[in-house]
């Protein structure tokens, strides 16, 4: 039975990777693989029917947060820019230098990272290279290390991420050590990237024209017609940062706060254009940003996630981790072994298991597995787009191919990954609490 | 606290009755409410009930098994916070059950729709006969309901008569009572409703005695509306105006293809769950996700713009997401109650207070109108034990007729009136002057019929 749900993951992930040329919808075979790795597991393994049930309601709920999320997020700023709201960041960026205007971004993105989020800030970092980079070959490129440096810049705060968030609720790491130690991997993480493209990369940013993009025109606004641009951004970005304070104050999980945000902007985006009526309203509220809201990608996140909870319920991954570590011993190489898987399956499963396969008993808090851990699940998921949720919003987004993205992407991707890497094993000697 | 969450739940109820009027969309009060609930409920202090609560303890339990020698560093205060978490986490995952349910249903019913599937149906229904018309929807709907289950029916059905009814006015009138033959229909059998398949893998009720006793009150509940409407509905069917066709795709062909298909997939979603014993949702899933391939691979000479119209993705962007959200903030208000146990307490009054159990079960009914059905009946079911009230008591089988019927009164009592009312837009106020009524009517004259078969057959 393990093998088939294998062999089934496996052909479910390449039928995902070249969605391209088989044309069947990556969506479509996420949900197929994710459904028929449970229903295998449900059907001949020897775990009682009741456990499989309550491990996959379980997984189901944490899933659910994770989407409700992404919707949520992915609406608010989709209304921002229905409102064209980002044209006011937008307009003060003037420069024409696509190399500049690339460290602009991936600076903003690295930091915005640390606070928000990986998911909300590659959705706001790719509307706002939208609306700056029309040019679409060069706005890929913008894209792929929007992602990069998203995921970088999570894995050195202790909020910026989920599975450094994992750590340090569980009390593996601590605020203050993880952030000294790991900024330098994590800036050197992407600004190897950046620096290589600072060299290779050609091409112009491109200018906005109005054949370039026939489906993002009537999404746009009139702006003689909708007002509110401004008191959109701010409530949109102000209900985005303040999600992590809402989890601060009321314990109460992170969509909540986003769907608290969201319900809020929507209110306001039905009141702010009281002259038009309800036909032309409909496009400037939040019932009409859903209707643009890439739905599909929410479902093959679904369908994704489900697959990889099926795995880790069957103890795969768990017997995986241990597997390596049995076989190689270094902690060193197996942690970044796990960092580069991370990029195949979701980060959090991985950093759970390994957060049950070493006690605090042999590894106090601050040692250096941890933060290593901490480094290599952050970032390893730049290596393929869907190993980061970042990666696959943004693919949603602007439709980018995986192999595309293999290409292109994961190579540097890669040499940011180990540059980072070796930065932190020569540096922690220094920093670390713990040899 | 308590008294301060069921004021917000008030507020953010009449919000969604007066959308029309107060100009803001159901969803957005929806939400809100379903926010401000549990963040009033995260951040009060706990109260003596909860602290005193079989839940509570339950949950005390669990996390001892987990922390084993590190519970006891755990505060008062944190615990609580946890128990919150754990009880919103607990309702999220029921609750997104039901929502990508309904997301997958919907669907594949557009992508049929969008295939021109439904013509192969509607193009056999002949009358133009408004009255004539209405009583075949109904019984369509209510035997396709005691097998299916009333969402994916009311769902499919709706789809149905938007081919059969250009007229939107009268179209309406349709889509209320196919909410009703949605619900009656499910009442009668364990299979067809959430509620009675509750009370049945809970033992409460066996299958042959609750379709023997259940049958005739069902058809009553939808036969008094339906008798009702066939004096009093005027106007015609309409014809297909041009502007109600112009958006529509042209046909591509396909159409009986995912018709099969389609309708298939709904089907098996039941024979799924019994196979498999995992949830509807997964069932519903492997049907969308099979369709979606079936999709994408008949139309090989679109070019890709084109295509996009006819496969799931295309499906997936005209589906109507607000109502999805709609429901979770429903759900999650709902939720809130019934875990600061605001719904026992009430069930709990009712009984106190009123004594006949035939007249608490119809209030019950009544009240599931207001909010969800599966919560009170859980709390039913805690509140009567089966020692005293064994399998196939009269309670356990009013209960089940009143939880199943009573959500026709409001729109918003039942899954099926929640997504009848997204796809068609249907206001809250207007369900409730022209239809609650006669769903009313329906569901007391159901209620006495099955009293009086109970008086006949002398169980009492």
């Not at chain 2, 789809?159 to 909410?179: D, T």
């Not at chain 2, 949702?281 to 492997?286: D, P, Q, R, S, V």
């Not at chain 2, 600061?340 to 009054?349: D, K, Q, S």
Request: charged content about 15%; overall charge negative.
């Amino acid at each position: 039975m393990e093998a088939t749900v294998i062999i089934i993951f496996v052909i479910g992930y390449l039928l995902i990777a070249f969605e391209h040329p088989i044309k069947i919808n990556k969506s479509a075979t996420a949900i197929v693989t994710g459904v028929l790795c449970w229903t295998i597991y449900a059907l001949f393994s020897e775990t009682p029917i009741e456990h499989i049930i309550e491990q996959l309601k379980e997984h189901f709920g944490e899933i659910s947060e994770i989407l409700f999320f992404l919707l949520g997020a992915m609406t608010i700023v989709e209304l921002v820019d229905g409102y064209e709201g980002f044209r006011i960041i937008t307009d003060r960026i003037k420069t024409k230098n696509p190399k500049t205007l690339l460290w602009i971004i991936c600076s903003i993105t690295f930091f915005l990272s640390a606070i928000l989020d990986n998911l909300t800030t590659a959705i706001v970092m790719v509307s706002l290279v939208r609306k700056l980079v029309p040019n679409r070959d060069m706005r890929l490129f913008f894209v792929g290390l929007i992602v990069i440096a998203a995921n970088a810049g999570g894995a050195w705060s202790p909020i910026g991420d989920v599975t450094t968030t994992m750590l340090w609720i569980g009390g593996q790491i601590s605020s203050v050590n993880i952030i000294k130690t790991l900024i330098l991997p994590s800036i050197v993480c992407l600004v190897i990237p950046l620096l290589y493209l600072q060299v290779t990369l050609k091409g112009e940013l491109g200018h906005a024209s109005a054949g370039n993009e026939p489906g993002q025109i009537n999404s746009h606004a009139d702006p003689a017609a909708v007002r509110g641009a401004k008191t959109m951004l701010t409530f949109g970005v102000g209900g985005l940062i303040s999600v992590p304070f809402f989890k601060t104050i009321t314990h109460l999980p992170p969509y909540i706060g986003m769907l608290l945000a969201l319900g809020i902007i929507w209110i306001v985006s039905e009141l702010l254009n009281p002259h038009l009526n309800e036909a032309e309203k409909k496009r400037y509220t939040a019932a009409g940003a859903l209707s643009r809201v890439d739905v599909a990608s929410v479902l093959f996140f679904l369908g994704i996630l489900l697959a990889v909870a099926a795995l880790q319920s069957m103890g795969l991954l768990n017997q995986f981790a241990s597997y390596l570590a049995e076989t190689i011993g270094d902690n060193r190489i197996i942690i970044t072994l796990i960092g580069i898987l991370s990029s195949v399956v979701d980060n959090v499963p991985l950093v759970a298991a390994s957060m049950g396969m070493y006690s605090l008993e042999n590894f106090p808090t601050d040692h250096m597995i941890w933060e290593y851990l901490a480094y290599c699940a952050g970032t390893g998921g730049s290596i393929l787009i869907i190993g980061s949720a970042a990666g696959v919003a943004v693919m949603g987004m602007e439709k980018i191919d995986f192999i595309w993205y293999l290409k292109k992407i994961s190579l540097l991707a890669l040499m940011g990954y180990f540059a980072g890497a070796i930065v932190y094993l020569i540096i922690y000697p220094y920093l670390a609490v713990h040899a | 606290m308590e008294t301060l969450v069921i004021i917000v739940f008030v507020i953010g109820y009449l919000a969604i009755a007066l959308e029309h009027s107060i100009k803001i969309n159901k969803t957005a009060s929806a939400i809100l409410t379903g926010v401000i609930c549990w963040t009033l409920f995260a951040v009060a202090n706990p109260t003596e009930s909860i602290l005193n609560s079989s839940q509570f303890a339950h949950f005390l339990d669990g996390l001892k098994l987990d922390l084993a020698d590190k519970f006891s560093t755990i505060g008062q205060h944190e615990l609580y916070i946890r128990f919150v978490g754990s009880e919103l986490s607990h309702h999220l995952s029921s609750i997104s059950e039901i929502l990508f349910f309904l997301m997958g249903a919907m669907t594949i019913v557009e992508l049929v729709d969008a295939h021109h599937g439904f013509r192969f149906i509607t193009d056999r229904i002949k009358t133009e006969n408004p009255k004539s018309l209405l009583w075949i929807i109904c019984w369509v709907t209510f035997f396709l309901s005691s097998v299916l289950d009333n969402l994916t029916t009311a769902i499919v059905m709706v789809s149905l008569i938007r081919k059969l009814i250009p007229n939107k006015e009268m179209r309406l009138f349709f889509a209320g009572m196919i909410v009703i033959a949605a619900n009656a229909g499910g009442a009668w059998t364990p299979i067809g409703d959430v509620t009675t398949t509750m009370l049945w893998i809970g033992g409460q009720i066996s299958t042959l005695s609750i379709m023997k006793v259940m049958f005739i009150p069902s058809v009553i509940c939808m036969l008094t509306p339906l008798i009702y409407l066939s004096f009093t509905l005027k106007g015609e069917i309409g014809k297909a105006s041009e502007s109600g066709a112009k958006h529509k795709a042209p046909d591509v062909g396909g159409g009986l293809l995912m018709l099969i298909l389609g309708i298939g997939a709904l089907m098996s979603v039941p024979i799924f769950k019994t196979l498999t014993h995992l949830p509807p949702y997964i069932g519903m899933l492997f049907g969308l996700g099979i369709l979606w391939v079936v999709s994408e691979l008949i139309h090989p000479e679109l070019d890709e713009a084109v295509k996009k119209n006819y496969t799931a993705a295309g499906a997936l962007s005209r589906i109507d997401v607000p109502s999805v959200l709609f429901f979770l903030g429903i759900l999650l208000a709902v939720g809130s109650l019934e875990s600061m146990l605001t719904l026992e307490h009430f069930a709990g009054y009712l009984a106190q207070t009123i004594g006949d159990n035939r007249i608490i079960i119809t209030l019950i009914g009544l009240l599931s109108a207001i909010v969800d059905n599966v919560p009170l009946v859980a709390a039913s079911m805690g509140m009567y034990s089966l020692d005293v009230y064994p399998m196939d008591h009269l309670i356990w089988e009013y209960l089940a007729y009143c939880a199943g019927t009573g959500g026709s009164i409001l729109i918003i009592g039942s899954a099926a009136g929640v997504a009848v009312m997204g796809m068609e837009k249907i206001d809250f106020m207007w369900y409730t002057k022209k239809i609650s009524l006669v769903a009313m009517m329906g569901y007391f004259g159901g209620a006495a019929a099955y009293l009086f078969i109970e008086h006949l057959l002398g169980k009492n």
